[in-house]
């Protein structure tokens, strides 16, 4: 037996067998084995998901042996890295490669195959989500069978798949879309609520990839706008060793990671505690390799709902959860993150067909979320949102049929490639259904 938690601690699992399988015959036997035996296999990641869209069942296989890039393709600027790789690691071997992905978000502790299955992304670009810059991929379906899937290759699956929670297969690399690494001028500044609302449109066609987090029971915010440099990489002009541990390390996890645990403890004292977040803001401006400006360190362990919301209602729906809040006698110590995606063609993208905007809730681990989370979530439900499918929320399979237009075909392709459902579990029957 062993226990399988999750990033947050907010979810925990048993599993009776657990296997670290080497390759992609390991993972073929361990769902042969189960299928025989009428049991389930899941295969976790780093466990950075905050809903239990990982946790195993019976046999827990872990991804630390299926890592590693496996071949470069210069000519049709593709990588492709077995599934089990972290994305940090991925970023540090392209950049040697002199190689980048297009975007992502700002963790990378997660294995490939778990940020794409759960619709990871970042904001702005050509292509937010890291699934919608997939080539290709491989797995092993719930069945046993190896299947390789990309545009002309079992296209249906591509199609379906590439955001796939698990669903449909355990997969064994992943095949990206790259390009030549670049550099990102970030600029960031306090700025406030009105100046938010009034220039957010603007700020993201003058940038290619804008961050705004706002504080609750202020009018404050921080703004992150990030624009592509013609630089070379060896030209970039990052923050000092020293400023960079000051705002990156020492602030933005020490300092924050006490205060909000202080907040958790004495709710009342949020207010103050925020609005002298926003009067210690700064502003600085800084040049380098894209994935070291996208990933920030996050050492201050909270939990997360974010939902995407139809582009164009984004805005009103913020301001209608600032009334909520105001409104409310919730004390809210962590900021609402706020970003953006161009539409993409990814069946379960929170993004698919849709130009969009994301706002995200987080609050310390030590905190009650729950009447927060279900206040805003109403919000967010009433705006037609998504929910990001790693992240808190309480919607269900008759729920989300609604909100996705192929919702039914994956379905399909599931009860094909996993019949026997092999590879469910309780999260994945309450958003899939049976």
């Known amino acids: 037996m062993t226990t399988w938690s999750n990033w947050s601690g907010l979810e925990t699992a048993v599993a009776r067998r657990t296997e670290e399988p080497r390759d992609t015959a390991g993972v073929v036997a361990a769902v042969e084995r189960a299928r025989t035996e009428g049991s389930t296999v899941k295969m976790v990641g780093s466990g950075h998901s905050f809903t239990p869209i990982a946790a195993p069942e019976h046999t827990m296989l872990r991804p630390d042996s299926l890592a590693g890039l496996l071949?470069?393709?210069?000519?049709?600027?593709?990588?492709?890295?077995?599934?089990?790789?972290?994305?940090?690691?991925?970023?540090?071997?392209?950049?040697?490669?002199?190689?980048?992905l297009h975007n992502m978000g700002d963790i990378a502790e997660q294995t490939l195959a778990g940020a794409v299955s759960t619709g990871t992304h970042g904001s702005g670009g050509t292509a937010a989500g890291l699934a919608a810059q997939l080539d290709g991929f491989t797995m092993v379906t719930g069945t046993g069978e190896v299947v390789h899937a990309d545009r002309t290759q079992n296209p249906d699956l591509f199609d379906l798949g590439r955001v796939g929670l698990g669903a449909l297969g355990v997969l064994t690399d992943v095949t990206f879309r790259v390009e030549p690494l670049f550099c990102l001028r970030a600029e960031e500044r306090p700025a406030s609520w009105s100046e938010l609302l009034d220039t957010f449109d603007d700020l993201t066609r003058e940038h290619h990839h804008v961050d705004v987090h706002w504080f609750p029971h202020t009018d404050g915010a921080l703004l992150k706008a990030n624009t592509r440099v013609t630089d070379p990489p060896e030209l970039a002009d990052p923050p000092s060793a020293l400023r960079s541990w000051w705002d990156d390390d020492f602030i933005?996890?020490?300092?924050?990671?006490?205060?909000?645990?202080?907040?958790?403890?004495?709710?009342?004292?949020?207010?103050k505690i925020n609005g002298f977040a926003t009067q210690a803001l700064s502003p600085r401006s800084y040049t380098d390799v894209a994935h070291r400006v996208f990933v920030s360190p996050r050492r201050v362990v909270f939990r997360e709902m974010e939902y995407a919301l139809p582009r164009e209602v984004g805005l009103a729906a913020l301001r209608e959860v600032r009334r909520l809040i105001d409104a409310s006698d919730w004390r809210i110590g962590f900021p609402v993150e706020v970003r953006t995606a161009p539409a993409d063609d990814v069946a379960l993208s929170t993004a698919h067909e849709r130009d969009s905007l994301y706002l995200a809730f987080h609050v310390h681990r030590d905190a009650d979320h729950r009447a927060f989370f279900a206040g805003v979530e109403a919000v967010m439900r009433a705006h037609g949102g998504r929910p990001h499918w790693g992240k808190l929320h309480t919607l269900a399979a008759d729920d989300l049929r609604e909100l996705y237009p192929r919702f039914d075909d994956f379905l399909a392709l599931r009860d094909r490639l996993d019949p026997d459902r092999v590879l469910a579990n309780p999260y994945l029957r309450r958003v899939l259904g049976d």
């Open 71 to 100: 071949r470069v393709d210069r000519e049709a600027m593709t990588v492709t890295a077995r599934s089990g790789t972290r994305l940090k690691h991925l970023n540090a071997l392209l950049a040697s490669a002199g190689l980048s």
């Open 252 to 271: 933005s996890n020490t300092v924050f990671g006490a205060v909000s645990w202080l907040g958790s403890r004495r709710p009342e004292l949020v207010p």
